[in-house]
């Protein structure tokens, strides 16, 4: 049995390189510091700070997703992060990434595939209307009934209960280790079923949950305007009066507001910035470590025709050099990892898979044989840092004989490309969010569950059968070893290949603001403690 507080925590440049330059990055000695002020934080708010105040956060782009508004829909970590201050999930993730209470204040298994959640008695959504458990009930069916590319996170479930008036029973056909894990994100938020049911709202298009912030403007691509949720338990509490975020697309603009005070908090993505704002007065930046990682996607259905052939395939996973990545791009500050992202227990180990030993001669050969390649390979240009990377396997793979063009474009021109049908690319870079369960992740190596990878990758028979194993094993040494040998296959397999972890860089002004941030990140959502954040 799980149980705690609702009130979760304990404490009260940016140059883009130039695609015909070198790669470089930024020096060691100015890279984000990952320091800890207390365990598993970067930062904590000072009560003694002067709160109140109007806070203001630049982010780097919006949500867009095709569902609009509705948490369900959200596919990316940002959606989460923004969707993620209005709504809440029977679970959490805390400072060590283990799993915690949150609408859900304890949980008991009387067996592995029995969960019966014991709920929060003073949660109620921002329209006044206190949540209930039949709230709990029809928006998990909900999300089982329409599915949307969260239902596959969820597992099994075989039926899902009011056991009484605070108390919710899901039970699963098998058991599936992440399930905890997969509830603490927000697409799997608890909604105002009676009023989404009757008409009353259009969850599409405004956000009605028991997060506590109210969404009460929003400009695409502009700017989010958000306030107390008067119902919240934390409301009266909160060291800031309004929220305001930015949409600010240029990461120099976005330095340049923490240097002049006219932002509060940003997020910086390239490490660069820690080295242009080394000396500005009252800016503090630091390295926020993620299960976030970095991957590149080779296209075995529609790129080139060379693709298809996994040997060839094999040898460019083989040719990429991540500590190269590591250094050149993220100034040493992160690590190689497979499949499942390193850090997290039971991940398998990158050093240990067939591609860690880099044999370019060997590499080298297989493309030879074909006569050389020439690829293109497609970054979204709202991450410079993809840029970067870019740059350096662009190098690696010269050797072994493959040209490559990079094109850097928008994301809606990058999403097209990557995720339509057909997809029109051979190689394309992203990140996928590293969850909470090693487990998570794996299942977007399996396109019928991932769908937006199924136009892209084949995937096999044998590396869907040892995801499902990976997530219905317990932890510990069994899983480790089903771990292994998954990453080991994906590896070899090379359509979706990964890289290094992705480390979040983040920026505050100290004289305006007092912020509380965690040392390590699952879900992409830097503002998890935004309620310990006090601005003057």
Known sequence: MHSAAR?????????????TGCAAGASPDTEPTQNEVAPGFLAVSDDAFDGGGELVVQVDYDTAEASGLDPQGAATARSWMLEGLSYETLTTIDENLDVAPSLATSWETPSDTEYVFTLADDAVFSNGRAMTAADVVGSLQRLLDTPTTWTGQLGPITSIEATGDLEVTVTLSEPYAPFLAALANTPAAVLPMAEIESGEVDITTEMVGTGPLVATAHRQDEEWTF??????PDAASLG?????IDIVGDEATRAAALRD?????????????????????????????NTDFHYLMINSLTGDE???DQDVRFAINSAIDRDAINELAFGGSTAATGVTPAGLPDACVAADLPSAARDVAAAKAVIDEIGGLELDLVVYTDEPVLAQIAQVMQQ?????????????????????????SPADFDLALSWFAGYAD????????????????????????KLDGLIADGYSTAPGADRAAVFENLCTLADEQSEMVPLVLRPSTLGWNTASLSPTLSSDEGY?????????????
């Not at 306030?227 to 919240?232: Q, V, Y």
């Not at 005070?261 to 470590?289: P, W």
């Not at 769908?451 to 995937?459: E, R």
Request: charged content about 15%; glycine content about 6%; aromatic content about 12%.
């Open 261 to 289: 005070g006219s932002a509060d908090f940003a997020v910086l993505n390239s490490i660069d910035s820690a080295e242009l704002l080394a000396n500005a007065k009252d800016v503090t930046v630091v390295g926020q470590r």
């Open 240 to 244: 800031f009066s309004t929220l305001t």
């Open 524 to 536: 992409g959502n830097f503002l998890r403690y935004i309620t310990q954040f006090r601005a003057s």
């Open 438 to 461: 090693p487990a998570m992740v794996t299942t977007w190596w399996n396109p019928e569950v991932a769908g937006f990878s199924a136009v892209f990758m084949k995937g096999s028979d």
């Open 227 to 232: 306030e107390p949720n008067e119902h919240h």
């Open 306 to 308: 060379a693709l298809q």
């Open 396 to 420: 690696n793979l010269a050797e072994i004989g493959v040209t490559v063009e990079i094109q850097q474009v928008d994301y809606a021109t990058y999403s097209a490309a990557v995720y339509g």
């Open 7 to 19: 009130a979760g925590v304990a404490f009260t440049a940016v140059a883009v390189l130039a695609l």
